[in-house]
């Protein structure tokens, strides 16, 4: 009789029979190390530029931005909302768009067209010139980030895709790094052609941006059977992986579109469970991507020198979120550095909360510290939440609108935090702003552990279900076909 187990139910999730694996194939890794070298680049330049050229206006803004548009911080907050507006309707159609299109034609032509976009952005004069700018890059790039997560499950099976998924979400800490760097730069370049130094980050950065999406038409294979680099062996090899992972179907039309799919990711417990753990997340990662060089610069410093201190909380975000993807791969495990990671981050706000109670010029040092824990944990969050999700929805129609429902909460995050920092909250404290993040974070945390206890359940459930059925009796009891399968199991 079969027994249910975590070290029974990880075998069944991640190991191959031995006889799926070509005897001819010496060395399996060599296949995901050409897919790692050859994608994962281009996915992680991808998702840099986009979160550079959504977030530099925080840069634009301590440079001068402000001051030259002639703008409230309640204008300010009205500009970052317009991007979100377009950014949030766009992630579903687009996601469901990207396999008629092709990610290979799709995303590439994105990341052009917002190119231009934020280059245009260098030549306003007005307001409301920067609201139109604004409004079209959120429409161009709202599918961006939950197109390249649904492009990169169709290349690897589920116990790597989280180390995957965070090696180009990483990208974002790097922007956040790199931006700070550039602008310390750039804005050096002010009078340069009669313009101020703010305009020039968003037109050499555009430009950089444009350059690249015209060269990476001919970077992204479709599919991995149309991967050039991949010898036909190997090219069977992933689809036998992925096949045998659940990521793609054995059965005839499983993985075409379907409205009916559609409908069952709606219906899905775990979808509900984490949808409130993703809008947190929005607010976290988009408070500290636009508003950490206000903060810093709250803390005492010029604006050239706030941009530098703005650098290491990101760098050290990158190195941990990196190691969390690895933990989490190595052991299986996604619901578990949710919730650590969730905590991290609630010790950060806990951090800045308190710090104004601190003696007189401790508690600059001690909100700047706060940075190493809210910065570090947020972006370590998001991936594995991404991951976590991804990994439990299929087939291919269900999972794509799981993950774009789950980033348009993301985004409808990013909403709130355009206005908890300055215009609901004051400088240099944010005591409304920090108290709604650490409400938030206990509610992210209930449900957390309440999916993690859903899923495990489930799985217990599925347990009993193939000991009924039994090996040769198919998907019976469940939905069909999908991850409502007995033979489905669950990530935890």
Known sequence: ME????????ELRLKPSSSSIPNSLENENRVWRKLDLYILPVLAIFYLLSFLDRTNLGNARIAGLQKDLK?????????????????????????????????????????????????????ITTYRGLLICRFFLGLLEGGLFPGLALYCSTFYPRNMLNTRITLF??????????????????????????????????????????????????????????????????????????????????KEGENEFSWKEVGRA??????????????VSG?????????????????????????????????????????????SDHFSSRGLLSILTTLLTLTGALLFLLSPSSPHRMHVHIQYLSLFFLIPGAY????????????????HTRRATSI??????????????????????????????????????GGELVCLVGNWGWLKRENGRKVRRREVYGRGGGDEGGDGRGDGSPWFVYSL
Not at 268 to 278: A, D, G, K
Not at 380 to 395: E, Q, V
Not at 415 to 434: I, M, N, Q, R
């Open 404 to 441: 774009a429902l789950s980033f348009m909460c993301v985004n409808t995050g990013g909403v709130l935090a355009t206005w908890l920092w300055g215009s609901l909250s004051k400088a240099p404290d944010y005591k409304s702003a920090t108290i709604v993040m650490i409400v938030l974070l």
């Open 266 to 279: 709606f219906k899905s417990p775990q979808l509900w469970f984490l949808l409130f753990p993703f809008f």
């Open 71 to 123: 703008m409230t911080n309640k204008q300010y907050s009205i500009a970052l909302t317009v991007t979100y507006i377009p950014y949030i309707l766009a992630e579903l159609p687009s996601n469901l768009l990207l396999k008629i299109i092709g990610p290979n034609l799709m995303l590439p032509a994105m990341l052009t067209l917002w190119g231009i976009v934020t280059t245009l952005q260098g030549v």
């Open 3 to 10: 027994k249910s187990s975590p070290f029974h139910d990880k």
């Open 283 to 327: 607010v976290l990662v988009y408070s500290l991507a636009y508003f950490t060089p206000t903060i810093v610069q709250g803390l005492g410093y010029t604006a050239a020198r706030a941009q530098l201190m703005s650098v290491p909380p990101f760098a050290v975000g990158f190195v941990v979120s990196l190691l969390g993807a690895y933990l």
């Open 169 to 250: 979400f990483s990208a974002a800490s790097i922007s956040g790094a790199f931006s700070g760097l550039l602008a310390y730069g750039i804005i050096n370049m002010d009078g340069v052609g009669h313009k101020p130094g703010w305009a020039w980050i968003f037109i050499l950065e555009g430009m950089v941006t444009v350059v690249f999406g015209v060269v990476s038409f001919g970077l992204l294979p479709g599919t991995p059977r149309q991967a050039r680099f991949l010898s036909d062996e190997e090219k069977d090899y992933v689809e036998r992986r992925l096949k045998e992972d659940h990521e793609m179907s054995g």
């Open 380 to 395: 370590t969050m998001a991936p594995c939440l991404c991951t976590w999700l991804s990994n439990n929805s299929h087939p």
